[in-house]
């Protein structure tokens, strides 16, 4: 009796222990309230960075396969939106020398006292193992969406492959947002 009861305690925790990382995970998004996202039709690429340059083209492949689902096509030049990504698994420096080489895309825009950014937060302050996919109207330059999703990427290829797909559906997913006319 005592052997089956140790069994059922050793399943128990071992199932626990599998299912913390997934608890672990933090994924966030903030918008612009006051855009219909459902507007735009294309994107554009700006920007993919990953500690691991692998990783870049899973993101890319990910977000081109979400977004489609979301009837948004990629354009080569001038789409509606303009994305950018960014992974680091190492630094945190890592954000900072990312925004910094965007140019003209401004990654803070306050809209008011209880607007999107308005915080002033700085990048410094994201946590290392996240990813960001940020969405900037092309014409203004001004930040419209952020995606956040905080993981780990760790093990084999293809534990990071389903890992950066989980991580791009799971903020995706939350594009676009629902707009309440004024």
Same mark, same amino acid.
């Given at each position: 009796m005592k052997s089956i009861a140790r069994v059922f305690v050793t399943a128990f925790f071992t199932t626990a222990m599998a299912v913390t990382p997934v608890l672990a995970q933090t994924v966030t998004i903030d918008y612009d309230h006051t855009v219909n996202f459902l507007k735009f039709k294309t994107y554009t690429w700006q920007k993919v960075h990953a500690t691991d340059p692998g990783v870049e083209d899973?993101?890319?492949?990910? *977000?081109?396969?979400?977004? @489609?689902?979301?009837?948004? %096509?990629?354009?080569?030049?001038?789409?509606?939106? %303009?994305?950018?990504? *960014?992974?680091?698994?190492?630094?945190?420096?890592?954000?900072?020398?990312?925004?910094?080489?965007?140019?003209?895309?401004?990654?803070q825009r306050g809209w008011g006292s209880a607007g999107f950014l308005d915080s002033q937060a700085t990048l410094n302050d994201v946590p290392v193992d996240t990813l960001i996919i940020?969405?900037?109207?092309?014409? %203004?330059?001004?930040?419209?969406?952020?995606? %956040? *999703?905080?993981?780990?990427?760790? @093990?084999?290829?293809d534990n990071k492959d389903n890992t950066v797909d989980k991580a791009v559906t799971q903020l995706i997913s939350k594009y676009p947002p629902k707009y309440k006319k004024s």
């Open positions: 899973r993101i890319s492949i990910a *977000v081109n396969r979400d977004m @489609g689902g979301r009837y948004m %096509t990629e354009v080569p030049k001038g789409g509606d939106v %303009t994305i950018t990504a *960014v992974e680091a698994a190492q630094d945190k420096q890592e954000f900072t020398t990312f925004y910094g080489s965007l140019g003209d895309f401004s990654w940020d969405m900037y109207d092309t014409k %203004t330059h001004k930040l419209l969406w952020r995606g %956040t *999703v905080t993981e780990t990427l760790t @093990g084999s290829e």
